[in-house]
């Protein structure tokens, strides 16, 4: 059974103060790993996909690694427009189905 | 391009009542997932239709169905709802089907549903 652990739970950071979110999970043959951003009372938006070790994805101020074991989220120099829950999100070639981690809670104080 | 749309918004029902809740895909997409979000147990999968075909099902009871429609729209059916069916149920829609590449799943805003 696919298993993601997020952490940490939660996470306040000063505007431009830089840090990262993990994501640690365990498959049988890891297809994907998806990394979405979601705003209270919305759906998930997607960010980023990675499929091997050692890929990496940016996208403005967010910049996804991938390792054998886990993926990080590093965002630098936040803005509080990048409050949100980040949630991440496992396939594995033994099943399609997607498993979801509980989520980081980012606040960003201006 | 128009996004995922889902109806409705909210819904309030008793137990034992039965619910139906309806989604709307990207134009273009032919799979439709489905996702139950609660503050417990977090984001968890339903099913997937891909082409009018359920292709996946989640660990839930046979109280949840779904189907879709030849023009990729979705609806999803709770029968006899119990006080731990409240949650955001939330539809995905992606251009191709789980397990292939580049399955990019682009979120609804969720029907918000309360069992009283």
């Known amino acids: 059974e696919d298993q993601v652990t997020q952490s940490p739970e939660a996470l306040r950071l000063q505007e431009g103060e830089s840090s990262s979110l993990n994501c640690s999970y365990t498959?049988?043959?890891?297809?994907?790993l998806f990394w979405y951003r979601q705003d209270p009372g919305k759906g998930p938006e997607f960010l980023f996909t990675l499929y091997s070790a050692g890929e990496e994805k940016e996208k403005e101020r967010l910049k996804a690694t991938l390792t054998k074991k886990e993926s990080f989220l590093h965002i630098t120099a936040p803005k509080p427009e990048d409050s949100a829950t980040y949630l991440c999100a496992v396939t594995s070639g033994g099943s399609y189905i997607p498993t979801f981690g509980r989520g980081t809670s980012l606040i960003v104080h201006p | 391009k128009a996004g995922v749309t889902q109806t409705p918004r909210y819904l309030i029902k008793t137990r034992g009542q039965q619910v139906t809740l309806s989604c709307s895909p990207i134009s273009g997409h032919r799979s439709v997932s489905w996702y139950q979000q609660t503050p417990g147990q977090g984001l968890q999968f339903l099913f997937e239709y891909f082409s009018e075909t359920q292709r996946n099902k989640g660990n839930f009871p046979g109280r949840f169905s779904g189907r879709q429609f030849s023009n990729s729209r979705s609806e999803m059916n709770v029968s006899t709802l119990e006080l731990g069916d409240s949650a955001l149920y939330l539809c995905a829609s992606s251009l191709v089907a789980s397990g292939d590449l580049d399955n990019e799943q682009f979120f609804g805003p969720g029907t918000r549903l309360t069992v009283l």
């Open positions: 498959v049988s043959g890891l297809r994907g």
